[in-house]
């Protein structure tokens, strides 16, 4: 599992060899690091300035690197489609063999602005088939990211259905992309939906080549927690300090090879070496052991 093991940085931090360098001695393998904004990607000479910089951060720290898209990038414009070009240069230049990229991230709606969600959503993906072909040259793999609600009252959008992300990745049919399965969104839908969190996991392991861990206290009906925000229900604890059922997935994801990315705030975040062999833990159905 260590093998397996990665841990985020967040958006907003540079990630120093010397940081870098403590995540590899906690027991992570991989590292992933958000990309600059969809902007800056889509001009070249700085995107690649950036991305070079970052390559000499990672020589010699031995971690394997996955990219985040920029949130808001959604190809299928030909704003976002060079922007996504810059992203595959970008990742090319850094060493990456994976990226994270929010698919079908569209309001749901009805009437006029389902007919709009449908035609976007089928502009999106007739973008993205050619630029798989170049990923697939380059040896990248784009993981396709199940998102959910981060407050109650957000609008429902198409990607928050973890099933309709993977139906997406089956019908781009490349073996440049796969799903991005994020426990922790997933708990959130599934509770708010009162699916089978377990059934819909499976459901798409097959097409599975990265998850994203962390836990929250799912669609919070009437649960509440010291300390944290009332109100939010993406909260990305650490594995464990909510209420994903750990033992449930625990059968399916440790006995699958994709890599295991831990997005835990950082407030919320242990000593790395706790929060690496607790994950392990977890993820191995072991109970958590108490933090010291």
Do not use: K
């Not at 998102?147 to 009252?153: G, Q, S």
């Not at 959130?188 to 059934?199: F, M, Q």
Request: proline share 6%.
């Amino acid at each position: 599992m260590h093998d397996r093991l990665g841990l985020n940085i967040h958006r907003d931090a540079w990630p120093t060899a010397a940081t870098l360098a403590v995540q590899r001695a906690a027991g992570f393998a991989w590292v992933q690091v958000h990309t600059p904004p969809y902007a800056l990607l889509a001009e070249r000479r700085h995107a690649l300035r950036h991305a070079r910089a970052l390559r000499s951060e990672l020589d010699g720290t031995g971690l394997r690197l996955l990219l985040h898209a920029p949130d808001d990038l959604s190809a299928g414009t030909l704003e976002h489609d060079r922007a996504l070009d810059g992203l595959l240069d970008y990742a090319a230049a850094t060493g990456a063999e994976l990226v994270a990229y929010h698919g079908l991230n569209f309001a749901e709606g009805e009437g006029p602005a389902a007919a709009r969600l449908r035609e976007r959503a089928q502009l999106e993906e007739r973008s993205l088939i050619p630029r798989l072909q170049r990923a697939h040259s380059l040896g990248i793999t784009v993981a396709i990211e199940n998102l959910a609600p981060v407050y109650p009252a957000d609008a429902r959008r198409r990607c928050h259905d973890p099933l309709a992300v993977r139906d997406l990745v089956r019908r781009l049919d490349s073996p440049a992309a796969g799903m991005l399965l994020d426990l922790g969104h997933l708990h959130i839908t599934a509770d708010a939906t009162r699916s089978d969190l377990v059934g819909v996991l499976t459901a798409c392991a097959p097409d599975i080549v990265l998850f994203h861990v962390h836990d929250n206290l799912g669609c919070r009906r009437s649960v509440d927690a010291p300390g944290l925000d009332p109100v939010r229900l993406d909260l990305h604890l650490a594995p464990g300090r909510g209420t994903l059922p750990w033992a449930r997935v625990a059968e399916v994801v440790g006995a699958h090879a994709a890599p295991v990315m831990l997005e835990v705030e950082r407030s919320h975040r242990p000593a790395l070496d706790f929060l690496a062999r607790e994950t392990v833990r977890l993820l191995s159905g072991a109970p958590l052991a108490a933090a010291a």
